[in-house]
């Protein structure tokens, strides 16, 4: 599978419970913080929770 490389550009206040969970799941919690993830049907399913906080790139 291919690697994603996953940033959090937006910050989680005044967001719904369940986004800011999905963003801790993901190894998330601080603006510009990054993780890298194996790209599978359940990280993207997180990744289009919350892609308006994050920021997304392929890694090949």
Do not use: D, F, Y
């Amino acid at each position: 599978m291919a690697k994603v490389k996953i940033t959090q550009v937006r910050s989680t206040i005044n967001r719904p419970k369940k986004q800011k969970a999905t963003i801790k799941a993901l190894g998330l919690g601080r603006i510009n913080k990054s993780v890298e993830k194996e790209n599978t049907p359940q990280i993207a399913g997180m990744i289009r929770k919350v892609q308006h906080l994050i920021a997304v790139e392929e890694l090949g």
